[in-house]
């Protein structure tokens, strides 16, 4: 996917197919409820919304997301067909008992590229606690060894906030012994329950990414930040111009996202609707949308974030930036980082 025109196609599409999960995790974006929303897109309007996606260009990398996807009975019927159509399926499934090693040999079989799991503890309580349900580590570390066992590739999903940030060198341990391929590490954003959470300081996140940079020189797993987009800015500081571009993308601009009901966002933290797949085709939404159209160009960031050199390596997290101001193009409060000569406002990292 590299070089592929961000303007034209996202490098990931997240469908969250429900917000219904069994689940009361303290950081939950989505709210989650134990039942399904009426209004959720169908199994005909899911195949169609994966019909309009293939536009996008060949094998398009689509993540079924929830709340818990394993809440719908067409789960593997809609794995099965986006894989059909040539799109890159990947699924994000929720630590609970519905996860068997049968279901994940079923996902295995229907073509899923990758199963990826939330460990956001490194013991049973610690996790257990911020998931808000006993035994759901057990039940996770089960399912990322039946993913190992189907053959199918694992990635490691972990939220930083105060409460975990401590645990990452243990979390590391056990992302390095389940064999993952990738350890997707999720920066807080306060919105949904995660508003009652407390986030890192912006110079602990700064020191975070350095770690995690390190991490990533000696594992072999890859790593990947979400809503961190500064970890590209650490990486080209310490490794220079040449460095490559890891870390990740940022809302809008590489990313989109479908909610249950259809509502298109440049990003699930990020609940500012370009316009509903029932009504408009998703290509026709990311490609021209006037919201996603200004946080594509890193000339328009406004505050530090627009001052700064590295906006277009970086561009900070225009989830986050929304979260705190109310509009997705003002400076990102987790960045400490002040550009050279900047004498504007700097960013307050509390919540109005």
């Known amino acids: 996917m590299r070089g592929v025109d961000t303007a034209q196609r996202p490098f990931v599409l997240v469908w969250e197919l429900t917000r219904a999960c069994e689940l009361t995790c303290d950081h939950c974006r989505a709210d989650a409820q134990p039942d399904r929303h009426p209004e959720e897109l169908s199994t005909a309007e899911g195949k169609r919304l994966l019909e309009d ?31 059909e159509l040539g799109l890159t399926i990947t699924l994000t499934p929720s630590g609970t ?58 990635q490691v999903n972990t939220t930083v906030c105060q409460r975990t940030v401590e645990q990452l060198p243990n979390l590391r341990e056990l992302v390095a012994d389940l064999g993952a391929v990738l350890w997707s590490v999720f920066f807080l954003v306060p919105v949904g329950r995660g508003r009652v959470l407390e986030p890192v300081t912006p110079q602990r996140a700064e020191e975070a990414m350095h770690w995690l940079g390190n991490v990533a020189d000696e594992e072999a797993f890859g790593i990947k ?9 650490v990486l080209q500081q310490r490794d220079g111009e040449g460095a490559s571009r890891r870390g990740g993308i940022t809302a809008g601009d590489g990313f989109a996202f479908v909610s249950h009901v259809g509502d298109v966002f ?33 000339d328009a960031l406004k505050g530090k974030c627009g001052a700064c050199e590295f906006r277009a390596v970086c561009g900070g997290s225009r989830s986050r930036a929304y979260a705190y101001t109310g509009d997705p193009l003002e400076s990102d409060p987790l960045c400490p980082y002040e550009p050279d000569g900047y004498d504007g406002p700097l960013p307050k990292q509390q919540l109005p």
């Open 97 to 154: 008992d519905a996860l068997t090693p049968q279901v994940i040999e079923d996902f295995a079989e229907t073509g899923l590229k990758r199963l990826a799991l939330s460990i956001d503890g490194a013991t049973a309580q610690s996790h257990d606690d911020f998931r808000g349900e006993s035994g759901s580590f057990e039940g996770t570390l089960d399912a990322a060894r039946a993913a190992r066992d189907a053959g199918l590739p694992l």
């Open 53 to 83: 996606v293939r536009d996008f260009g060949e094998g398009q990398l689509v993540v079924f997301s929830g709340g818990d996807p394993c809440k719908r009975d067409d789960l593997i019927e809609l794995i099965e067909y986006g894989t």
């Open 266 to 298: 440049p990003s699930g933290f990020l609940p500012e609707s370009a316009g509903n797949v029932r009504d408009t085709d998703v290509v026709d939404l990311y490609r021209d949308a006037e919201l996603f159209e200004s946080l594509r160009d890193a």
């Open 225 to 233: 930040t979400t809503e961190a987009p500064h970890y590209r800015r």
